[in-house]
């Protein structure tokens, strides 16, 4: 099984200056979905986001790949605290 709270914290920590901001929560997990929520610090938002969200859409690329592997969807929201 996937911990899928590990892997979004693997793939957002390298690219923010603040890492001691990043919190990842577990917003619902049902039978075949999963939402998280990403906070991070303001100044950090644009790196994760990406030009034009490039970033984010490879993000939620790796997670929706890895979700589909176990049957279930995942839903992930990036916010700035």
Request: hydrophobic share 45%; net charge negative; aromatic share 8%.
């Amino acid at each position: 099984m996937i911990k899928f709270e590990e892997l979004i914290k693997s793939l957002i920590l390298p690219l923010v200056a603040y890492p001691d901001d990043v919190e990842v929560i577990l917003l619902n997990d049902d039978e075949d979905n999963l939402e998280y929520q990403v906070k991070v610090n303001s100044l950090d938002f644009g790196r994760v986001i990406g030009k034009n969200g490039f970033v984010a859409k490879a993000i939620r690329t790796i997670l929706y790949a890895g979700a589909s592997k176990e049957g279930k969807r995942i839903h992930l929201d990036i916010i700035s605290k």
